[in-house]
């Protein structure tokens, strides 16, 4: 069984962008696309309430800690896929879920993204293009913020669509964290 979960991962390396398709440590099935941000591990997991050996994967945003628990997706032999998947095109428009945007979570205040304005039924596209950082506040609200200018641009609830895109490589640096 462990020669069948190695053999899954047979030309992938950390680094690699990829989607898996696996459990998370609840046991629910969750599909993740991001980068491989650690060697995958063997690990002893329990499937449907029995002992199971499977392959532990480390999802996620670059720059990620690979200890954080919101990236592990677990592989089961009879269970799970992984694949490459293309890299993030930056500056590529889309209107989702402040949720669905990679690496945003209460626990990071490093994500940078794109921000086109808030979305919705009757957006048709983006209204700005503005570099911010995604930061928790507190209360379910995180605030869309340029560090350099100090000034926000939004403050939403996970829920809220929003309009945004991956920055260019050369963009992603926190200015903050620069100088």
């Known amino acids: 069984m462990t020669e069948k979960l190695k053999r899954m991962l047979d030309g992938f390396s950390v680094g690699d962008h990829v989607t898996a398709t696996g459990a998370d440590t609840r046991g629910h099935q969750v599909t993740r696309t991001g980068y491989l941000l650690a060697e995958p591990q063997l690990v002893d997991a329990r499937r449907n309430g029995f002992p199971a050996k499977g392959l532990r994967l480390f999802i996620g945003a670059k720059g990620t800690d690979a200890s954080e628990r919101t990236t592990w997706t677990t592989l089961f ?22 949720r669905f945007v990679p690496g945003v979570k209460a626990s990071s ?4 993204i794109l921000f086109g304005g808030k979305g919705g039924a009757r957006s048709t596209g983006p209204t700005q293009a503005t570099p911010v950082t995604v930061t928790y506040t507190d209360d379910g609200i995180y605030a869309l913020w340029d560090p350099a200018s100090d000034t926000t641009h939004a403050t939403i609830r996970l829920s809220a669509k929003i309009w945004w895109a991956h920055l260019p490589p050369e963009a992603a640096v926190d200015p903050a964290s620069a100088e």
């Open 77 to 98: 032999s009879d269970a799970g896929v992984i694949e490459q998947t293309p890299e993030p095109e930056a500056g590529k428009w889309s209107m989702t879920e402040l």
């Open 109 to 112: 205040h490093t994500t940078r």
